[in-house]
Structures are given as structure tokens and as C-alpha cells.
């Protein structure tokens, strides 16, 4: 199968440096997104999101022609949908957006189609979007009306790339590809082998569903293994990076680092989707969600004791007079993607707490998110933190934190969520 036109619907953290990808090996790539700002940002050449060298690749691509963006979807060979795919109130998935995108994109099919369902997903929503495309196209068939002989093929495709790494990893990492029928998991393997180096291992819809949110849901458990650890060690008055570091010695362990949560749209998300469909089994991967979802409110408290601390140090003081810095925000290190990051949550929970101000160092954005926007949070320079804050709070291991030679100065408590200073 021939594709010379490839249209990818979001162009976030994973849409994006896919169409960038396809269009520097040649490929025609229109890109959509709701995001205006994001669309003009794109069609100037720039990038609205930090990854190492995707600006230099979406520079030339946009330079030479083979990608623009477009709010409005258009005419294409081949779909591939990397919208966002949260979680409601209730932990169950929210596929409101896949629906958006799939409404969006059925008025324009053609016979020959294929469209690919990127967004990581609960099991069945790429049956859930030919469904959706079938019921807005009863003009065409569609690969559950009549298998092999269907007019628009359907797949299922995850990422399973490193922000930061995300370049590399899109044509180095292996593929699972689950077609709806093995024609149409044909039809997307011609597709990313334009690109893919990794090897293209094909399965079934519901199989690929399931192994990208196996293979985050085995991240979060181990995760949440080192996250208990951290709270018991504390306890315990042991130094938990010392603990895993001798542990980890032992030929058939390798225990995870703990952190102040879990954060991101895969691993913090991804794992309820299991849950979801299977509550009443799933009792392993549920706990870990929980005890990855409670560390930030240990963290909290562990703030708490901080400005108690503080302030029986310093009886001259008072709470209104101590200043918090939180150094990160971002859901891991080196990038700017603040999506369902623990850091975030604690720094907005603690701008809610009576003291002084606070605070924020992030060296990856330029504003404060909403959610942070109140009268007493400033966005800080690493320096300026340094010399002001009463308490130090480390959330995220940046590279700039972690070449950091600091000694605290007198009656200034270090908090290290991640053991840059305490490891």
C-alpha cells in the first residue's frame, strides 16, 4: 500500500515529532490541531514544546514543504489520530477527544483509507473509532462490518517513546502494531516503515491496547515499590538512597528510585484504564496507583515539618514570614510537560497553606501554569531561590539542579524528593 499524504490529528508531545519524522523522510504531512497558536508556531518554522532538535526538524520540514499545520482537518492517504486520551473524576477514560477526532476526520475518507489510533487507550477504543467512523460513513465499509474486504483499514498503534529521547526513540524503539484485521495491520506497517528502524511486531487491536498500558502499569508498580520504601525508610530513620543503592547490588535486583509521586499521561494514567476494565482483578496495579497518588501528600507533610522545625529554630519568626522554593515542576527531569505532575500538585497545594511565599524554579517554561498563578508565587531564577528560601523543597532532578555544589546555609532546610542531595 502507497501512501503519499499523511495527515496526523494533535500535535502535542507525540503528534508532532511523528509528522516531523514522516515529513523528513520525504512524506506530504498535514498536520491539525484545535490549538491555534500552536498551528501559527508551527507554520513559522517554531515549536510550541521542548524536545531536544525536533525545532532544528520542524524548521526544515516546514522550510522544504512536507509538513504544515491546519486547524481543520483535510484530505489525506493515511489518518494517524495522538490525541489526548485523560481520565474522568471517577478514573475512568475520557474518550471524548478520540471521538472529536474521529468525527472530525470521516467526512473525508476514501476508499483505501487507513486510519491509526496512536493515543494510548483503554481496550477497545479502536474498536470504539471505527465504530464512530462507521457510524458517520455508511456510505464505506469498515474492517468490523466485513473483515479483509473493508474500504478503510483501521489500526492500533501505541507510542512507547522518552520525552526528551522522543526523536531517537520514534525510529530506533520497536512498534506493536494491532490492526482490526491483519490487512489493515499490514497497511500500518507499510506506513511506519518509512521511518521505523526497530522492528514492526504485528498482533491484534485489543493485544497492542493492552501492552502499552502493561507496560506503564509494570513501571508504576515498581515505582510505587521504591515510593513505600521511601515512607517506611523515614520511618525508620534509614537513608533510603543508600538502602536501594546497596540492594541494587545484589545480582537480580534493581529497585526504581523514588520520587514526590508519579507524573505524566502515560504512567499516571494509563494504568486506571486496566483498572477500569477489570476492578475486581486488577487489585495489584489499583494499589499502586493509590500509593503512587498518596506521595505527594506525604511530601506535603513532610513541608509541614519543615516550617515546624523552622520555626522552633527561629522563635523570632513566624509562619507568615517563611519563604518556600520548589525547585520543578515538570513531571520528570529535563523537559517543560507539566501533565498530571506530582510536583505541580504539591506546589499548589502548599500555595494554599498559611505562610510567607513561595518560590517556583522551573527552568523549562517561561510562565506559571494557571493553577499556580496566585499573589504569592513567584517564578524564580535558581540563585535567587537559593538565597531567599527558608525551606528548599527538590521535586524534580534536573540537570541543572543535579550539577548544583550546594551546601545549605545556616537554619535553611533541605527537602530531597529525589536524592540529588542525599544520595
Known amino acids: 500500500m502507497k501512501f503519499e499524504i499523511l495527515s496526523v490529528i494533535g500535535l502535542g508531545y507525540i503528534g508532532l515529532p511523528t509528522a ?33 532538535d525536533l525545532d532544528i526538524v520542524v524548521r526544515s520540514v516546514v522550510q522544504s514543504g512536507n509538513l504544515r499545520a491546519t486547524t481543520i482537518p483535510e484530505p489525506a492517504d493515511a489518518f494517524i489520530v495522538a490525541v489526548p486520551t485523560p481520565f474522568k473524576d471517577d478514573k475512568q477514560p475520557d474518550l471524548r477527544y478520540i471521538e472529536a477526532a474521529s468525527k472530525a476526520i470521516a467526512p ?10 496512536e493515543s494510548t487507550s483503554p481496550v477497545g477504543a479502536t474498536e470504539q473509532m471505527a465504530a464512530w467512523l462507521a457510524e458517520a460513513r455508511p456510505d464505506l465499509t469498515f474492517p468490523q462490518q466485513v473483515g479483509e474486504e473493508a474500504d478503510i483499514c483501521v489500526a492500533h498503534c501505541p507510542e512507547r517513546v522518552l520525552p526528551g529521547k522522543v526523536l531517537v526513540e520514534l525510529v530506533n524503539n520497536a512498534r506493536v502494531i494491532g490492526g482490526l484485521t ?37 513501571r508504576d508498580v515498581n515505582i510505587a515499590f521504591a515510593n513505600e520504601l521511601s515512607i517506611i525508610c523515614d520511618k525508620l530513620d534509614i537513608n533510603v538512597w543508600e538502602l536501594i543503592k546497596l540492594a541494587n547490588r545484589h545480582p537480580r535486583v534493581n529497585i526504581l528510585q523514588p520520587g514526590p509521586g508519579v507524573g505524566g499521561h502515560c504512567i499516571a494514567v494509563d494504568p486506571w484504564f486496566i483498572v477500569a476494565s477489570a476492578p475486581d482483578e486488577a487489585r495489584l496495579i489499583s494499589t499502586a496507583r493509590q500509593v503512587n497518588d498518596h506521595k505527594p501528600e506525604w511530601v506535603i507533610d513532610q513541608v509541614k515539618k519543615a516550617i515546624a522545625d523552622f520555626l522552633l529554630a527561629n522563635q523570632n519568626r513566624t509562619a507568615r514570614d517563611v519563604t518556600i522554593a520548589c525547585l520543578g515542576l515538570a513531571f520528570k527531569p529535563d523537559i517543560d510537560d507539566l501533565r498530571e505532575s506530582p510536583s505541580l500538585d504539591i506546589a499548589a497545594k502548599l500555595a494554599e497553606m498559611s505562610f510567607g511565599s513561595m518560590l517556583v524554579v522551573e527552568p523549562n517554561v517561561e510562565l506559571l501554569p494557571d493553577s499556580l498563578k496566585q499573589k504569592n508565587i ?17 521535586l ?11 551546601q545549605a546555609r545556616d537554619n535553611q532546610i533541605l527537602i530531597d524528593t529525589r536524592g540529588v542531595w542525599t544520595r
Open 182 to 218: 491483519p490487512k489493515c495491520s499490514q497497511a500500518a506497517v507499510s506506513l511506519y516503515k518509512l521511518f521505523v528502524q526497530g522492528e514492526c511486531v504485528v498482533t491484534n487491536a485489543r493485544t497492542a491496547e493492552m501492552c502499552k498500558l502493561t507496560e506503564n502499569s509494570f
Open 378 to 394: 513567584v517564578l524564580s531564577d535558581t540563585q535567587s531561590a537559593l538565597q531567599k528560601a527558608d525551606i528548599l523543597l527538590l
Open 108 to 117: 473525508l475518507l476514501q476508499k483505501g483509507n487507513l486510519v491509526i489510533l
Open 20 to 52: 516531523a519524522t514522516f515529513a523528513s523522510r520525504g512524506m506530504m504531512v498535514i498536520g491539525v490541531d484545535v490549538n491555534q497558536k500552536a498551528v501559527d508556531t508551527i507554520n513559522s518554522g517554531g515549536i510550541h514544546i521542548i524536545e531536544p
Open 396 to 406: 524534580v532532578d534536573h540537570s541543572q539542579f543535579k550539577d548544583w555544589e550546594y
